[in-house]
């Protein structure tokens, strides 16, 4: 499985961005498509996922209400629309693909392919 990135720059506070991830290869199972983010010296934190299998969102409670996942299977696509963005959503965003895990869908521990990311800076 690869994944490429695309869609980060640069916004002013109350704006928004849409970040995409392009799939490629075979995924299989209860998978999930995540995205994650890390800002400097920080550990990296899982920000949203769908899961592969009924398309179901799962989000940190940081971006609830202001983020939005979705996917187009067709172009094998997953997108992060990100409204109302903070200058606290500065970080460099990753997708990844890994195995969807009810109890803690967010862990990146669960997943095993990373982008090469793509970096968002919000100025205030």
């Known amino acids: 499985v690869q994944l490429v990135e695309s869609g980060g720059g640069l916004v002013q506070a109350g704006g928004s961005l849409r970040l995409s991830c392009a799939v490629s290869?075979?995924?299989?199972?209860?998978?999930?498509i995540g995205w994650f983010r890390q800002a400097p010296g920080e550990f990296r934190e899982g920000v949203s996922c769908?899961?592969?299998?009924?398309?179901?969102?799962y989000y940190a409670d940081s971006v609830k209400g202001r983020f939005t996942i979705s996917s187009d299977n067709a172009k094998k696509t997953v997108y992060l629309q990100m409204d109302s963005l903070e200058p606290e959503d500065t970080a460099v965003y990753y997708c990844?693909?890994?195995?969807?895990?009810?109890?803690?869908?967010?862990?990146?521990?669960?997943?095993?392919?990373w982008g090469q990311g793509t970096q968002v800076t919000v100025s205030s």
């Open positions: 769908i899961r592969g299998n009924d398309g179901s969102g």
């Open positions: 290869g075979f995924t299989s199972g209860d998978y999930a």
């Open positions: 990844a693909a890994g195995e969807f895990v009810s109890a803690t869908p967010l862990q990146p521990l669960w997943f095993s392919r």
